[in-house]
Nanobody, 118 residues
């Protein structure tokens, strides 16, 4: 299992930006795929974005494409989610995830709250 610690959440006005970070430990970071998911109260966790172990491939949910950018720094064992032009509907707890294969995740962070005010 991978240990994951998210940071960077907070309160921002609509149209603003935030950058989430997720520091990983416990496995060789360059060998694992990483992802971001989000969840609001009463709803299921939903996929936001993910990135392959090398960083060569990325995927985005339609709702965030063009506004969010995922990246990773394998030297720092960290994955990032740059969120621009935030909307109130982006308000959620954001979770970092890790897995041995792209699109398959079995380790989760504790989550970080993102609140976008209108």
């Amino acid at each position: 299992q991978v240990q994951l610690v998210e940071s960077g959440g907070g309160l921002v006005q609509a149209g603003g930006s935030l950058r989430l970070s997720c520091a990983a430990s416990g496995r060789t970071f360059s060998a694992i795929a990483m992802g971001w998911f989000r969840q609001t109260l009463g709803k299921e966790r939903e996929f936001v974005s993910d990135i392959s172990s090398s960083g060569a491939s990325t995927t985005y949910a339609a709702s965030v494409k063009g506004r969010f950018t995922i990246s990773r720094d394998n030297a720092k064992n960290t994955v990032y989610l740059q969120m621009n032009n935030l909307k109130p509907e982006d308000t959620a707890v954001y979770y970092c995830a890790a897995g041995s294969m792209y699109h398959q995740y079995d380790s989760w962070g504790q989550g970080t709250q993102v609140t976008v005010s209108s």
